[in-house]
């Protein structure tokens, strides 16, 4: 979560949300919050949760690629010796 933490301390994540946004970006947040039926505190928490699980599900999806284009490992030296163990001669 953002510099608000998990207190929920709405003022902290809006005061920041407020240095980053033009007068004209906080007008539309503004409009889509009035739409949604929240306050303008409200929707963009909502909007910054909902784009935490985003970058989370992605995170979670590039690691499963590269785990899966990971070449498989090599037996061991152990798990070899019983294998040629195995085999008849």
């Given amino acids: 979560m953002g510099p608000g933490g998990a ?3 709405g003022t ?4 920041d949300t407020d240095r980053k ?3 004209g970006q906080r007008a539309y947040e503004a409009k889509r919050a009035a739409k949604a039926g ?3 505190e409200k929707w963009l928490s909502l909007k ?3 784009a935490a699980a ?5 995170a979670k999806a590039v690691a499963e690629r590269t785990r899966a284009a ?3 490992k090599k037996p061991g030296f ?3 010796l019983l294998e040629k163990a195995q085999k008849p001669l």
């Fill in 78 to 80: 152990f798990s070899r």
């Fill in 7 to 9: 207190a929920g301390n």
């Fill in 48 to 50: 910054e949760k909902e």
């Fill in 21 to 23: 946004m033009s007068e």
């Fill in 54 to 58: 985003e970058r989370a599900a992605e």
């Fill in 38 to 40: 929240l306050s303008l």
């Fill in 12 to 15: 902290r994540v809006m005061a």
């Fill in 70 to 72: 990971e070449p498989a």
